[in-house]
């Protein structure tokens, strides 16, 4: 079972900030990984997929890289609505899997 | 744009089924898309529990595996879980989803789901 960690729990920046996230996985998943954003009383949000690949109209403020068993996610000149919590996911396995990271708070 | 909504009972009794129903649509459940069930709550976070292809085919998270049962209505263009032996651990809110690429692009809105008696 591949184990997801993020780090880091909450990291408090101000709008205009450059927010970096990483995630962790115990094994390596290969392309498969993805970011969620969430705020209060709302379903996640799907940001990227397949590592680096933005979903249907996220701004390209919003980025992913990583590979193996390390991903990131960046959002340059955060904006007011930026500040929420930011879940990875890795996907793969045989049969199939999705593992959820534990989340990541950003905060003003 | 496709649209989810989750539907069942808020609370259910412990040792009892869980049942939820997924209607999709601005989009039909035969298109090339698996269609998932996830949930969370405080302790557990996300949780992954299965997913299910308008064929019928399933995969299911390996820890839910024997309590979880899945599938698909094409005419009312809707699938469904049911999860067995529920204990307050199940105690969550309920999304159902559209994936696309290993992951979760649509979302429903979700529905909690109480398991006490």
């Known amino acids: 079972e591949i184990v997801l960690t993020q780090s880091p729990g909450t990291l408090s920046l101000s709008p205009g900030e450059r927010a970096t996230l990483s995630c962790r996985a115990s094994q390596s998943v290969g392309i498969y990984s993805a970011w969620y954003q969430q705020k209060p009383g709302q379903a996640p949000r799907l940001l990227i997929y397949a590592t680096s690949s933005r979903a249907t109209g996220i701004p390209d403020r919003f980025s992913g890289s990583g590979s193996g068993t390390n991903f990131t996610l960046a959002i340059t000149r955060l904006e007011p609505e930026d500040f929420a919590v930011y879940f990875c996911q890795q996907s793969g396995g045989s049969p199939p899997h999705h593992t959820f990271g534990q989340g990541t708070k950003l905060e003003i | 744009q496709v649209q989810l909504q989750e539907s069942g009972p808020g609370l259910v009794k412990p040792s009892g089924t869980l049942s939820l129903t997924c209607a999709v649509s601005?989009?039909?459940?035969?298109?090339?898309?698996?269609w998932s069930w996830v949930r969370q709550s405080p302790e557990k976070g996300l949780e992954w529990i299965g997913e299910i292809f308008h064929s019928g085919g399933t995969n299911t998270n390996p820890s839910l595996k024997s309590r979880v049962t899945m599938s698909v209505d094409k005419s009312k263009n809707q699938f469904s879980l049911n999860l067995s032996s529920v204990t307050a651990a199940d105690t969550a809110v309920y999304y159902c989803a559209r994936n696309s690429f290993y992951s979760q692009e649509y979302w429903g809105q979700g529905t909690l789901v109480t398991v006490s008696s």
């Open positions: 601005g989009g039909s459940i035969s298109s090339n898309y698996w």
